[in-house]
């Protein structure tokens, strides 16, 4: 009884869609497009048109951001160094100017 519940995940695994953000990470935007009509079940252009620019926006900050961690070295070094802290200063002001 212990493992039914992890061999159900492993049978029913390959039949998961992949992640939308993983593939538009990679650049698949089609692969991405039909990722989400299947998880969604939305026929509707308009919002999976929404959800891709989301996702697209997401990908991109995701980017910058490791970008500037790279710069300002590795994250434990950055605890020390005070860079963590303006970086989340910084998602503050950009979650607050969302609202």
Known sequence: MLYFFPAVLLIVWPFYPESPYYLMKKGRIEDARKSLQRIHGSKDPDYV??????????????DEFMKTAAVNGPAFYQIFRGVH?????????DISDEL
């Open 85 to 93: 802290r303006v970086l989340e200063r910084l998602k503050v002001i």
């Open 49 to 62: 048109e929404i959800e891709l620019k989301r996702i697209q926006s997401n990908v991109q900050e995701s």
